[in-house]
T-cell receptor, first 112, second 114 residues
Framework: DQQVKQNSPSLSVQEGRISILNCDYTNSMFDYFLWYKKYPAEGPTFLISISSIKDKNEDGRFTVFLNKSAKHLSLHIVPSQPGDSAVYFCAASVTSYDKVIFGPGTSLSVIP | GEEVAQTPKHLVRGEGQKAKLYCAPIKGHSYVFWYQQVLKNEFKFLISFQNENVFDETGMPKERFSAKCLPNSPCSLEIQATKLEDSAVYFC????????????FGPGTRLTVL
């Protein structure tokens, strides 16, 4: 039973345009949500997080939106750059020091 | 250190042999986590520690897998009598003891069981 879902295995976006990565979750106990970026042969790198008391968090080109009633979050990257090409993992946990449940990932390709 | 360190980078074992993986968390981080990534994308939580105490071991296989975090030593994950299906990348992560602190991941150890 997959608690965190990323239904798009891959996404291609033109450089300079917006990338929108989507994520859905099923466990209403999740209180803390994160996005990680992963390059091949490296560990996941933290990008941005949001707690369930907020509906938006912004950090530079990255914005995460949380719709708790729909159990849905999204990551917006504006503008997209070729260096953003990587696999993006949506993740969730019950508390910030609890185990993190990862989604299956979305492979983003930003085309120059 | 400022990064989570994992050794070795690669480990090859024959089926039935023992495998031992090491993780040095970021200095000052109280929590250590182990995850297993099988195939390309699926991450599975194994075990977490708060300092040297097991915090959550709900993901650990009951047999063959064990882990420790002892004071002044790297944390370790040991697999006795490895099986083919243990082939995966094993990631260690650490975090601080405070609200809204993300987990910082190491580069992983790729275990190949032949």
């Amino acid at each position: 039973d997959q608690q965190v879902k990323q239904n798009s295995p891959s996404l291609s976006v033109q450089e300079g345009r917006i990338s929108i990565l989507n994520c859905d979750y099923t466990n209403s106990m999740f209180d803390y949500f994160l996005w990680y970026k992963k390059y091949p042969a490296e560990g996941p790198t933290f990008l941005i997080s949001i707690s369930s008391i907020k509906d938006k968090n912004e950090d530079g080109r990255f914005t995460v939106f949380l719709n708790k009633s729909a159990k849905h979050l999204s990551l917006h990257i504006v503008p997209s750059q070729p260096g953003d090409s990587a696999v993006y993992f949506c993740a969730a946990s019950v508390t910030s020091y609890d185990k993190v449940i990862f989604g299956p990932g979305t492979s983003l390709s930003v085309i120059p | 250190g400022e990064e989570v360190a994992q050794t070795p980078k690669h480990l090859v074992r024959g089926e039935g042999q023992k495998a031992k993986l090491y993780c040095a968390p970021i200095k000052g981080h109280s929590y250590v986590f182990w995850y297993q990534q099988v195939l390309k994308n699926e991450f599975k939580f194994l075990i977490s520690f708060q300092n040297e105490n097991v915090f959550d071991e709900t993901g650990m296989p009951k047999e063959r897998f064990s882990a420790k975090c002892l004071p002044n030593s790297p944390c370790s994950l040991e697999i006795q009598a490895t099986k083919l299906e243990d082939s995966a990348v094993y990631f260690c992560a650490s975090s601080q003891l405070s609200k809204e602190d993300e987990q910082f991941f190491g580069p992983g150890t790729r275990l190949t069981v032949l």
